[in-house]
Structures are given as structure tokens and as C-alpha cells.
């Protein structure tokens, strides 16, 4: 059973296209696995003889690594190839019964609940909970008993050891840099809680996230027979504004920061097996209506779980849109390695002063939305992010500038 995403831990047999005894030739389709994210037809990478199925279709669950097939070369005999044995798990051995522990009145600093005061003063002074009975309550150990514990052991506080918070990385610059950067360690920061999309499940790398908001005014201009979306204005400004600023579209990697020549729009989309986020390629050189086009097709594709692997793996940007359910602003997390992701929240109307063409003041009724952009701040900085922000406020609310791009 191969890895057919970043986050596939099994599979399941949807159909075998080959059956036992067939000739198979490289690129051939074998059967359809579906995974965690789409249904997906697994290629032969060799030429010969389907010889054995060892997994029935219909079959789910099935870990990486376990044997579904067996192909031998051509001219072998494939109806004499032998199964090999599946290794046997010796049986656990029986232990005799150990006699019941009398529970102890003390505690250990691994068995013991910390409310985060007395955590706070134990760490200051140096404090093990070795003998220690808490007072709260369900066994939590409490502020008032870190305080007697200090009393009685008579410890003074530590000196600090803590290490100071490197600077932020600069920006990158606008060539790529001919060795990688180190990557500095953000104590004090906050890191993602949720795993990321398309990503393995894996404790989160230590990102420095930076959150900036503003509103943005826009105004459409829609033709009565094409079907365009606000979405499809803010994946088309998006690229724009990326092409724009060239810093902004690039990744992290284990070689440090790569400036990306295409700029991949990867969109979230909601299905039934979770979020997956189909990419627009090369989303700045297409036109509004084949950008309505391509995502229309990719979400139907990804509903269905008929997604290839190259149409949701990769991106340089990722936008993520809730304003259809009602959320006016929110924080989304970024999906490694990309540096950005900007948030959409709910479009609404409001009253607000304007001028008209005369110059005269007054108040007019505009609609607005609240984006937010969520940054990798060893790649993209505070100033950066905020530049990026307001020429993307600049496309939105001047929709013709994106023609000329």
C-alpha cells in the first residue's frame, strides 16, 4: 500500500483494474486506492505479470507498507510464484500476577496536576514535588501548596537562564540566496495547534505566526451571462498582488527560503473527508472567467474525492473563505511551507462618508469585508505583510487594475 498523500496513514481497495495472469505495462493503471483525501488510480511503475492479488477489493483500512499485489517478470511462471509469509507476532507471555500497590499519600512531579501558579513557582525555584501531598481539589496542586513547599524547603528563586528572543528574519530578498538560512528557534511564540492541511501529523515546526487585518472596499463589475464569483476577484487579486510582490510567493524548506517563479493559488475547500485545498496554477496569468472555470471544476472533483495528487499537493498561497458561513473575521493557519494564507470573512453593507465625482461629501452605502493574513515571519515580515495587505485592498477596490495583469 504506497503514500499517496502527505497525510495518508491507510487505504482502502476501491477496484482492481488488472486482474491475476495480465500483462501489465509501465504507467498502466493498477487499481483505485482511495486515501484520506480523493480516490486515486495507482500506476505500475514496472513491466510483467500481475501474479496475485492479496487484497480483496472493498478492503479498508489497509496500512502503508502492507502487500496488496504481486507481479513477477514476464515469461516466469505466475502461477507458481509463491506467497511470502506474513510475519507472526509471538504470542504475549503470560506474567503472574503482580500483588496490588498501596496507594501513596505523596506524589511525583510526573503523576501530580498543576494549576499554572503553583507550576510558575515550583519552575522559579527550582522545586521537585518528591513528598509533596496538593490540597485542591480532583488532586490538583495548588498555589497555596507551592507556596508552603518553598516555606519549608527555604529555596530563593533562580536567576533567569532563559535566552534572548532572537530578531525576526528579514524579508527575502528579491534573488534567491545561494545558501540556506538557519532556522531560529521563536521561544515565546505562539504555534499551531491544528495540523495543517496536506501535511503529515507531526508536531508543528516553531513558526512564527503574525496576524494583520484590515477592510477592503470593492466594487464588481459582473456581466449578466458570465457566473463570477467575489472569490474568484479575490484569487485573481491575490495573484496580482503577488506578482506584484515577488518576495511574498515563496516557500520554507529544509534549505531555507525558495522564491517561486508560478504563483499557485491553493483554495480550501470543504468535503465529506475534511479539507483539501485544490490549486489554481499560474492563477495571475488566467482571466476571471477561466479562474471561475478551474475552481468550479477542482471543488466538484474534490467533493466527489477525484482529485489527483498534483491538483492538491504544492501551492505558493492559500486562501480561505468563511464569510459564507456567517464568520466576519478569523485566523487561519499556515500550510507548510508556504508563508501566507489569507483569511476572508462575510461581506457586509455599510453606511460610511464618501465624496461623489462633484467632490461633495456625503454618505454612501458600501460593501465591505475583513481579510486577514496570517504570515511565516522568517519569510514575510511585519512590513511586508502589511504592504502586501494594502496593494491587495488597492486591486480589490479597483477591480479594472486586475486587467492588466
Not at 486482474?19 to 486515486?40: F, M, R, S, W, Y
Request: hydrophobic share 40%; glycine share 6%.
Amino acid at each position: 500500500m504506497p503514500a499517496l498523500s502527505p497525510t495518508m496513514e491507510r487505504g482502502n481497495i476501491v477496484k482492481w483494474l488488472k486482474q491475476e495472469g495480465e500483462t501489465v505495462n509501465t504507467g498502466d493503471p493498477l487499481c483505485e486506492i482511495e486515501t484520506d483525501k480523493a480516490v486515486v488510480t495507482l500506476e505500475s511503475n514496472d513491466d510483467g505479470i500481475l501474479a496475485k492479488i492479496m487484497v480483496d477489493e472493498g478492503s479498508k483500512d489497509i496500512p502503508l507498507g502492507s502487500l496488496i499485489a504481486l507481479m513477477v517478470e514476464e515469461g516466469v511462471d505466475w502461477k507458481q510464484v509463491k506467497i511470502p509469509a506474513q510475519p507472526v507476532t509471538p504470542a504475549p507471555t503470560q506474567l503472574p500476577p503482580t500483588p496490588p500497590t498501596v496507594p501513596q499519600a505523596s506524589i511525583t512531579s510526573k503523576a501530580v496536576r498543576l494549576s499554572p501558579a503553583a507550576r510558575q513557582i515550583l519552575q522559579t525555584h527550582g522545586l521537585d514535588l518528591n513528598g509533596a501531598v496538593p490540597s485542591g481539589p480532583r488532586g490538583i496542586f495548588t498555589k497555596e501548596d507551592a507556596q508552603n513547599l518553598v516555606k519549608q524547603r527555604g529555596t530563593t528563586p533562580r536567576p533567569s537562564t532563559a535566552a534572548p528572543v532572537p530578531p525576526f528574519a528579514a524579508a527575502v530578498p528579491s534573488a534567491a540566496p545561494t545558501a540556506p538560512l538557519a532556522v531560529p528557534s521563536l521561544p515565546g511564540y505562539p504555534r499551531p495547534m491544528i495540523p495543517p492541511v496536506s501535511v503529515p501529523r507531526q508536531p508543528p515546526a516553531p513558526v512564527g505566526h503574525m496576524y494583520c487585518g484590515l477592510y477592503s472596499v470593492y466594487s464588481l463589475f459582473l456581466s449578466d451571462n458570465v457566473n463570477i464569483s467575489v472569490n474568484d476577484f479575490i484569487i485573481k487579486a491575490a495573484a496580482v498582488t503577488l506578482r506584484q510582490m515577488p518576495d511574498v510567493n515563496c516557500t520554507w524548506s529544509g534549505d531555507g527560503p525558495q522564491l517561486l517563479s508560478s504563483i499557485d493559488i491553493a483554495v480550501a475547500v470543504a468535503t465529506d473527508r475534511g479539507l483539501i485545498t485544490p490549486i489554481v496554477r499560474d492563477a495571475a496569468s488566467k482571466g476571471l472567467q477561466e479562474i471561475a472555470s478551474t475552481i468550479k471544476a477542482l471543488a466538484e472533483r474534490a467533493r466527489a474525492g477525484k482529485l489527483l495528487p498534483e491538483e492538491y499537493q504544492g501551492g505558493s498561497f492559500s486562501i480561505s473563505n468563511l464569510g459564507m458561513f456567517g464568520i466576519q473575521s478569523f485566523s487561519a493557519i499556515i500550510n507548510p511551507p508556504q508563508a501566507c494564507i489569507l483569511a476572508i470573512g462575510q461581506s457586509r453593507w455599510e453606511l460610511m462618508f464618501c465624496e461623489d465625482e462633484a467632490g461633495e461629501a456625503g454618505m454612501c452605502r458600501r460593501n465591505m469585508m475583513t481579510v486577514t493574513l496570517t504570515s511565516d515571519s522568517r519569510l514575510v515580515d511585519d512590513l511586508l505583510a502589511a504592504q502586501f495587505l494594502e496593494n491587495f485592498k488597492m486591486n480589490m477596490e479597483n477591480p479594472r487594475r486586475l486587467a492588466l495583469f
